[in-house]
C-alpha cells in the first residue's frame, strides 16, 4: 500500500470531508479492517490566497513546492492538494515535486470525459473560474468549460470565502447558487457542472440537479488517490 500525502488547509472544512471520504472508500475497497497511511500537511490558506491575489506564482509555487517536500520527507509515495485554487500553479509544481502529485483538474476531466459530457459549467473561487486551468485542461479532451456572469462570480466567490471555507453552509445561499446552474442550463447549454470548490460539494450535496449532473471534484479527487494508494 502506497502512503498518501495531502497538501490540507486550504480550506480546513474540505480537508476534513477528504480525510473522511479516503478513510470511507479505502476501507470499502479492501474490507480487511485496515486504515489508509495518510500524511496531512495543513498549510496557511491565507498566505496562499494573498499570493494568488497578488499573482505573485513563483512565490507560490516555492511555497507549494516546500510543503510538499515536508510531505516526501515524512514518507509520503505520492501527493494531492485538497483544493482547487492552487491548481494555478500544478504543472510547475508536478515538475519539480520529489514525489508524483495528483491533479484535481486532470481527474474532473476524465470524469466529464467518462460520462460524454461536452459542455460543463464551473464554480469555484473567483481564481478558478477565472483562470485558465480548467478550460485548457478539458479543452484537450473537447470539452467546453462555460463560467458564470462577472456577477455572478462576484457573488460565488464571496459566499465561498465568507461562508463555505468557514463551514457556513446557508439554505438561502444554496439557492442562489441553484439558480445560477438553472440560469447556465437554459442559456448556455451546459450538460453538467463541475464542483471546481472543495467545499461547494458540502452545500450542493447532491448528485445533480434537474438533469444537469454535479461532478464533485473533491469524490472524484478521492476515487483516484484511493486507487492509485491500492494500486
Not at 491565507?46 to 515524512?74: C, P, R, V
Request: charged share 20%.
Amino acid at each position: 500500500m502506497k502512503t498518501l500525502g495531502i497538501i490540507g488547509g486550504i480550506g480546513p472544512e474540505s480537508t476534513i470531508d477528504y480525510y473522511r471520504q479516503i478513510i470511507d472508500l479505502y476501507r470499502q475497497r479492501l474490507q480487511d479492517g485496515s486504515y489508509p497511511s495518510i500524511i496531512i500537511n495543513s498549510v496557511d490558506m491565507t498566505a496562499m490566497l494573498y499570493m494568488i491575489e497578488q499573482n505573485e506564482l513563483a512565490s507560490l509555487t516555492d511555497y507549494l513546492l516546500g510543503e510538499i517536500q515536508k510531505l516526501a520527507a515524512a514518507g509520503a509515495d505520492f501527493g494531492l492538494m485538497a483544493s482547487n485554487s492552487p491548481h494555478i500553479v500544478f504543472d510547475e509544481l508536478s515538475h519539480q515535486s520529489p514525489i508524483p502529485l495528483l491533479s484535481i483538474v486532470e481527474s474532473a476531466c476524465e470524469e466529464a470525459k467518462k460520462l460524454g459530457l461536452k459542455r460543463v459549467g464551473l464554480f469555484g473561487t473567483r481564481f478558478s473560474m477565472q483562470g485558465t486551468y480548467y478550460p485548457h485542461t478539458f479543452a484537450r479532451e473537447g470539452i467546453t468549460v462555460i463560467t458564470p456572469t462577472a456577477k455572478e462570480q462576484a457573488y460565488i466567490h464571496e459566499k465561498y470565502m465568507s461562508e463555505l471555507v468557514n463551514g457556513i453552509f446557508l439554505p438561502e445561499t444554496r439557492d442562489k447558487l441553484l439558480d445560477i446552474v438553472e440560469r447556465l442550463q437554459e442559456h448556455d447549454y451546459i450538460e453538467g457542472l463541475i464542483l471546481g470548490g472543495t467545499e461547494l460539494p458540502l452545500i450542493l450535496p447532491d448528485n445533480d440537479w434537474e438533469g444537469v449532473p454535479f461532478l464533485n471534484t473533491t469524490k472524484i479527487h478521492v476515487e483516484r488517490a484511493v486507487a492509485q494508494m491500492l494500486g
